[in-house]
Nanobody
Framework: QVQLVESGGGLVQAWGPLRLSCAAS????????MGWLRQAPGKEREFVGC????????YYADSVKGRFTISRDNAKNTAYLQMTSVKPEDTAVYYC??????????????????WGQGTQVTVSS
């Protein structure tokens, strides 16, 4: 069993930075990938990016590429979403999610089995 807890959300001014954390507990060491997804009001949940747990390879949605960076700290079983140059359209509830097994859907919410509770990010213009 895996538990995920996000933190770090809040109100940030446009073009500023914000870092989200996702602390994982349980069978994390054998995970395949951890993803970050977000859901804005009235919209479907969308992929932001993910990190492959064993080789640290990262993938990003075009909308955040070059602005957001995902990393992980093995010792702390924690992943991070470093957001820079945030825009009002980045306002959403951000979720971290994890899958233990390889699959072809890690750029989609279908690819994840475990989810955090979400953290609100609001970007003011």
């Amino acid at each position: 069993q895996v538990q995920l807890v996000e933190s770090g959300g809040g109100l940030v001014q446009a073009w500023g930075p914000l870092r989200l954390s996702c602390a994982a507990s349980g069978r994390v060491s054998s995970s395949y990938a951890m993803g970050w997804l977000r859901q804005a009001p009235g919209k479907e949940r969308e992929f932001v990016g993910c990190i492959i747990w064993n080789n640290r390879r990262t993938y990003y949605a075009d909308s955040v590429k070059g602005r957001f960076t995902i990393s992980r700290d093995n010792a702390k079983n924690t992943a991070y979403l470093q957001m820079t140059s945030v825009k009002p359209e980045d306002t959403a509830v951000y979720y971290c999610a994890l899958t233990l097994y390889y699959n072809n859907y890690i750029s989609d919410e279908r690819g994840y089995d475990y989810w955090g509770q979400g953290t609100q990010v609001t970007v003011s213009s």
